[in-house]
């Protein structure tokens, strides 16, 4: 699988206690072990490490193909159709877009994904009530192939528009995907963005230390 290039744990700041541990640990090989084609065919196309991915869908979903959110949210990574349609024109913006991704997300779009590759704007920008153009449908979020891959895919925009002076910001990654494409994290160490966070949405302050902190479910992984 892919590696990470920050250390891990990356703060020592604990959301799971020691006792959490065994129960987190099965969970996660529980998930692994369903979902595994996926998260490696997703791995291997984004080059999103696969404990990134599975630490995502541990925390977003607890591995439930169908769960919905209040906001819309759906399965097991919780993107919006609205997210989902925005990454595929964000990867292609990006220079990303495999050949194989584009094979994965016609299988479940089929001409429908002429729709993202031909977007001039990201629809985030337009009030949501007010637009209808995404290709993207609910149903299609909860097909755990798809849902994986559009999630691995996002993970990777991120992950590269996170590449700083001293290395990746996992971190401020991380912020992006629980709060929203736009959030802007601020400046400074990982512990000074966890303080600022901290103060404006403790939700998104447990969503690092889940994955990146001391007993998190990265460092839990690598100590399977």
Known sequence: MATL???????PRVFYSNIALPQNKAKLAQIAKKYYKEIKQAETLTNVPGALILSI????????????????AAGLMQLKPQTANDVIYLEKKAGRLTPGEIAVIKKYLGNRINGPLNQSFLSHKIRENNYSGNSVTQTDMLNAEFNILMGA????????????????RLDKALLRYARGYFFKPAAGSVEQVLDQVKGKSTEAYSYVIKILGKNGLLETQALV
């Open 57 to 72: 869908i541990f925390t977003e979903s607890a591995g439930n193909p169908s769960v919905v959110s209040y906001v819309g």
């Open 5 to 11: 290039s920050v250390p891990i744990p990356m703060t």
């Open 153 to 168: 895919m996002y993970l990777g925009i991120l992950i590269d528009q996170h590449h700083e002076v001293g290395g990746l």
